[in-house]
């Protein structure tokens, strides 16, 4: 499975933006979907996630800010993030869990600065 993430760029506190990442290269059967990020210094941190039937689950951090949606048809995951805050700086991570063989996979990162 190949991740392909973009959607990433600078913005100014308050604003939005909308990361998208598209699967693709394998049959297997994607379950989970979602974001991570990493700002410089911290450990990788979960964003949101979404299963194939719908179930999301996010950070408090971005609870109420950010909104995670996934097309199945085309395997791609979406991350509409609004009121952004200088805090969700980061290089944005694609991830994807297949059922069988139960595998993840990471993109190559989209990077996120808000500017205050």
């Known amino acids: 499975v190949q991740l392909q993430a973009s959607g990433g760029g600078l913005v100014q506190a308050g604003g939005s933006l909308r990361l998208s990442c598209a699967a693709s290269?394998?049959?297997?059967?994607?379950?989970?979907m979602g974001w991570y990020r990493q700002a410089p210094g911290k450990q990788r941190e979960l964003v949101a996630t979404?299963?194939?039937?719908?179930?999301?689950n996010y950070a408090d951090s971005v609870k109420g800010r950010f909104t995670i949606s996934r097309d199945n048809a085309k395997n791609t995951v979406y991350l509409q993030m609004n009121n952004l805050k200088p805090e969700d700086t980061a290089v944005y991570y694609c991830?994807?869990?297949?059922?069988?063989?139960?595998?993840?996979?990471w993109g190559q990162g989209t990077q996120v600065t808000v500017s205050s």
């Open positions: 290269g394998s049959h297997f059967t994607i379950n989970v």
């Open positions: 979404i299963t194939r039937l719908g179930s999301t």
């Open positions: 991830n994807a869990q297949t059922i069988w063989p139960p595998t993840e996979y």
